[in-house]
């Protein structure tokens, strides 16, 4: 069978998965009862609101060491650390001239970043759900980077969503 025909058929070329089938009418209903408080959906409970996890995209402005996988690394890992989450893998890229992009998976997410090390800018996203606190990467990233000029901006993934979900 060709690569195409696999691919028609939802099946990853390099792992075998299989895509998810969500036009299935047929399909049992789940149960949505995250508002549950006895389980362990790693849903974010704060001030009245509940969300799937809070996704930081982030800035470095005039960093340094932004073209050394080691370093980022060394920083995906001190991000890990200080947020509280719990790291699978990390992998990483370094590109020719300059440039890195990297991801470490974690339980409650990720952390990703592309850097442009000739102008001093990395972009990063951390996206953390359950108790892992994100905020926490802001300061490790202004240390490894060695800048005070780091950008953030908050999106609470899923908000608004579970109520719509509780209500079909």
């Not at 075998?16 to 995250?34: K, L, M, T």
């Not at 200080?82 to 990297?102: D, E």
């Not at 990467?137 to 969503?161: I, N, Q």
Request: proline residues 3%; aromatic residues 6%; glycine residues 8%.
């Amino acid at each position: 069978m060709s690569d195409a025909n696999l691919f028609q058929l939802g099946i990853g070329l390099e792992t075998g998965a299989h895509a998810e089938d969500s036009r299935s009418p047929s399909a049992a209903p789940i149960s949505r009862d995250v508002l549950d408080d006895t389980r362990d959906d790693h849903f974010i409970r704060r001030d009245g609101r509940v969300y799937a996890g809070t996704h930081l995209i982030i800035e470095v402005v005039n960093g340094h060491g932004l073209d050394e996988e080691t370093r980022i690394q060394a920083a995906f890992r001190d991000c890990v650390d200080a947020c509280g989450a719990t790291l699978l893998h990390i992998h990483t890229h370094k590109f020719s001239p300059q440039g890195v992009s990297g991801v470490a998976v974690l339980a409650e997410s990720h952390i990703s970043v592309h850097t442009w090390p000739e102008i001093g800018y990395g972009a990063f996203d951390v996206f953390m759900c359950g108790d892992a606190d994100p905020w926490q990467a802001v300061d490790v990233l202004k240390l490894a980077f060695r800048t005070e000029d780091v950008r953030v901006k908050e999106l609470l993934r899923g908000d608004g969503l579970v109520t719509e979900m509780c209500a079909a």
